[in-house]
């Protein structure tokens, strides 16, 4: 064992400079304080009622009624306790404070793969750096995209393991990718584990070439069997979380609609067209890999006092706190996206590397990270480039689900950085043997830093730093301020900002590309050695891109845990609904973006909410019932017994709603339609309580001969829990109750005194039952066979991964000092 920790040294010692980085970067962590992230923000709002409960029984319902009436709590909180990787992540997240947790992932997983990799151990450190510090894996952070982050960091180590395997350690190397692609489907980003694919698809594809050219098809036959099996493994550890998923997207917003008439056609699934494209990367916009701030940087406030908009302003007598603030909201961000959080930023050292690397690497690994690079790129460009984007959404299964496709630049995130710490390591073991090299070091540095001083000193040959709609924006902002004359000096100010900010990062990468490739020149001509050399590019590059990413993640975006804790201050109108001792209603909240905050459904349950992935029918629901304007009819049967509105004043005020139909009642009349839109056609103009819109689908359920009068029947529901509902009824004969809940038959269950009865779905969204005449207990669960017995193949498959580790560190142990022996 000493010997081991002795040989081994290096690599705790590294490990321990990463844990120290961590810390340092983000010291306010272990002073107490707590990372603000807004999506994080609204998670703790989405969890709040499945936390409650959870906390009373130690259960966590798998359903919740805070958002959109009801919805499973699949994509919001649940716990696979049966899958060994929740209990990786869980013992990481305990040990670290967030966000240290997520930046040692992707240290140690990226430092993981440079020495599969066969890098140099401060070599491949510096490139785990570079990884890293890339700005869109701190910008993610902020935001609290923890999910998206956690699976980046994952994608080096799983690359990791498919090397091993593809080199020929097929026992070592499915054992780790088992391991660590189940790590990445648990975090449960499908997005960027799809991206990841298409990326090892390219590298299998390249193989499978070099294979069959060398002739050595069995062995590469072995090591896709190998890799075969472990995705298998690593597919059925996380079989809870992938069927619960996957059973929910069908029935979500990413599934298919089930109106015909809607703009979508009626066989196309997924999102549509222009929303996934949205968020397109500019082609111009690359720059930003270079120079951060050649697009104005994010869309959050970038100008102060200094700039040339506050100047403007205070040269036209407007009070200095008032210019400051107008400064402040006008966007230095100009690309085409809608909004941004920030720039692709890969620091300009590295970028250096990675051309320096199209020079000098000449490893079969070059085609496949300049390969997948080139394909994340063009499809980032989206709508710029939709000859490919196109093939892509329309023909590659489950890629028009995703949304931003400016994303798949993750992909060119991880494998600029490669491509960069193989150049390095090229030069420390062939430096001798690589022709010309000094010239080609000066070829890199001419062309980045070519670039960088292009842009510094004429930023206007390339660039307008003028948005589409400038026009349109002048003519909005001269309306505004009755002064057209006024309103274009403004923009002309706000131009000449972004191309100072331009010109600045410019010059800035520029010095870096200068140091960077001046380092390596002298470590190229002998006047610094290797090791110095290394660690003065470590320390530019962790400079550089250190730099860079305080400016989106620092420490303001740190509280006290105490502020953080009251993110949802409990106003009079919450208190005052609170009091109602009914254990199930609906609010509407018009005082926030009703259908895009989860903030009500803190303290209420809602009617809107925040969610990607809502369910389709809801979704259609609210288009059509609540756009134009608010149907009163449909926020009755949605038992709406509260509505908080605005004087305008930030005052509020409450609309108790006495004609909310309540939680469960009988109807006298059905009414049939054929078709999903005849269904929602019923709700525009109806009676919840009197009549029941029902599909034709359904009819076999009912036996509309044994219906009576329900008149005098009467239902209430006595005992809730969100997966748990308990009703009591009396009523003469056999009736048909309509319940307000929202209708999931992928695993609800209807119990009258314990016997399952069938149910079936009323009003478009809701569940409906006919109930036998006489004194009653309905209860309606939630047992998702997807999740239970998904969670009984998680056990046995984390057993069997266990061992299949277990198994293979012992081989390794073993052949390692069987070589140690004969050596």
């Not at 798998?62 to 929740?86: C, D, E, H, R």
């Not at 967030?98 to 401060?122: A, C, E, H, Q």
């Not at 196309?268 to 111009?284: F, L, P």
């Not at 690359?286 to 959050?300: D, E, K």
Request: hydrophobic content about 45%; some cysteine.
């Amino acid at each position: 064992m000493k010997h081991w920790f002795t040989r081994n040294s290096v690599h705790f010692a590294i490990i321990g400079l990463f844990i120290a980085i961590s810390f340092i970067y983000f010291t306010p962590a272990w002073q107490g304080k707590e990372l603000v992230q807004q999506d994080v923000i609204q998670a703790k709002a989405m969890q709040r009622e499945i936390m409650d409960f959870k906390a009373e029984d130690g259960t966590a319902p798998l359903w919740t009624n805070a958002m959109f009436g009801g919805m499973p709590s699949y994509q919001i909180w649940v716990s696979y306790p049966k899958n060994i990787t929740t209990h990786v992540m869980g013992f990481f997240k305990t040990v670290f404070p967030n966000p240290i947790d997520t930046i040692l992932f992707y240290l140690i997983g990226s430092y993981l793969l440079f020495n599969v990799m066969r890098v140099k151990p401060w070599i491949a450190a510096l490139g785990a750096v570079a990884f890293t510090f890339s700005s869109y894996n701190f910008i993610y952070i902020e935001a609290g995209h923890a999910s998206k982050a956690y699976a980046i960091a994952f994608f080096a180590p799983v690359i990791a393991g498919i090397l091993l395997t593809l080199r020929g350690k097929y026992l070592w190397g499915a054992a780790l990718t088992a391991l660590f692609l189940a790590l990445e489907i648990r975090v449960n980003h499908i997005q960027m584990t799809y991206y990841l694919l298409i990326a090892m698809l390219i590298l299998v594809g390249i193989e499978l070439y070099h294979a069959i050219k060398e002739k050595k098809t069995a062995e590469f036959g072995k090591a896709i069997g190998s890799l075969a099996v472990a995705c298998v493994l690593a597919l059925a550890v996380n079989a809870g979380l992938l069927w619960t998923t996957y059973e929910y997207s069908q029935e979500s917003i990413r599934g298919k609609s089930n109106l015909t008439t809607e703009a979508k056609a009626a066989d196309t699934k997924g999102v549509d067209r222009e929303y996934a494209y949205q968020w397109s990367q500019g082609v111009m916009e690359n720059l930003t890999f270079l120079i951060p701030n050649a697009y104005g940087g994010g869309s959050g406030p970038q100008l102060d006092e200094n700039s040339e908009v506050a100047k403007v302003l205070l040269k036209e007598g407007v009070p200095a706190n008032q210019a400051v603030g107008f400064a402040q909201q006008m966007p230095t961000y100009w690309g085409d996206k809608p909004f941004t959080s920030g720039p692709w930023y890969f620091g300009a050292i590295v970028i250096f590397l990675f051309v320096l690397g199209l020079f000098i690497v000449h490893s079969r690994l070059k085609w496949w990270l300049l390969g997948a690079t080139l394909l994340s790129l063009f499809l980032a460009f989206g709508r710029h480039l939709p000859f490919i984007s196109d093939i892509f959404f329309n023909y590659f299964p489950l890629y028009n689900k995703f949304r931003a496709v400016e994303s798949t630049l993750v992909i060119a995130s991880l494998f600029i950085p490669i491509l960069a710490v193989l150049a390095l390591n090229e030069i420390i073991t062939k430096r001798t043997e690589i022709p010309k090299l000094d010239k080609k070091v000066l070829y890199s540095f001419y062309i980045v830093g070519g670039i960088a001083l292009i842009v510094a000193i004429l930023p206007n040959l390339f660039l307008s730093f003028k948005t589409s709609n400038h026009q349109a924006i002048a003519q909005q902002l001269g309306q505004q301020l009755g002064d057209n004359n006024f309103a274009q000096s403004i923009l002309n100010a706000l131009v000449s900002d972004r191309t100072a900010m331009a010109r600045n990062d410019a010059f800035r990468s520029f010095i870096f590309v200068l140091l960077g490739s001046g380092v390596v020149w002298l470590w190229v001509k002998d006047k610094l050695k290797p090791k110095t050399a290394i660690i003065l590019l470590a320390v530019a590059i962790l400079i550089d891109m250190w730099g860079v990413n305080r400016r989106y993640l620092n420490k303001d975006n740190f509280v006290e845990a105490s502020v953080l804790a009251n993110q949802f201050p409990k106003r009079e109108v919450d208190k005052f609904i609170n009091r109602d001792t009914q254990p199930d209603y609906r609010v509407l909240d018009l005082t926030i973006s009703t259908f895009n905050s989860a903030s009500t459904s803190y303290y209420h349950n809602t009617i809107g909410g925040y969610h990607a992935a809502k369910l389709m029918r809801y979704q259609e629901l609210l288009e059509r019932q609540f756009n134009n304007a608010i149907n009163q009819d449909v926020l009755d049967m949605l038992n709406t017994k509260y509505v908080i509105t605005s004087d305008g004043q930030d005052s509020q005020h409450i609309q108790n709603r006495s004609s909310a139909a309540g939680n469960a009642w009988f109807i006298n009349r059905i009414k049939y339609v054929d078709n999903a839109e005849q269904e929602m056609q019923g709700l525009d103009s109806f009676n919840p309580k009197d009549v029941a819109i029902i599909h034709t689908e359904f009819k076999h359920l009912i036996d509309s001969a044994k219906i009576s009068n329900s008149t005098n029947a009467i239902i209430e529901l006595v005992d809730y829990r969100p997966d748990h509902l308990i009703y009591e009824y009396s009523a003469p004969g056999t009736v048909v109750a309509v319940f307000s809940e929202i209708y999931y038959d992928k695993g609800w269950k209807a119990y009258v005194d314990g016997q399952e009865i069938p149910y079936f779905r009323a009003d478009y969204v809701l569940r409906a039952a006919q109930l036998p005449g006489g004194n009653h207990k309905v209860e309606f669960k939630f047992e998702p066979q997807s999740y239970y017995t998904g969670e009984t193949i998680s056990l046995i498959a984390s057993v069997l991964l266990l061992l299949v580790l277990g198994f293979a560190v012992w081989r390794e142990q073993k052949e390692y000092k069987a070589s140690s022996k004969n050596s």
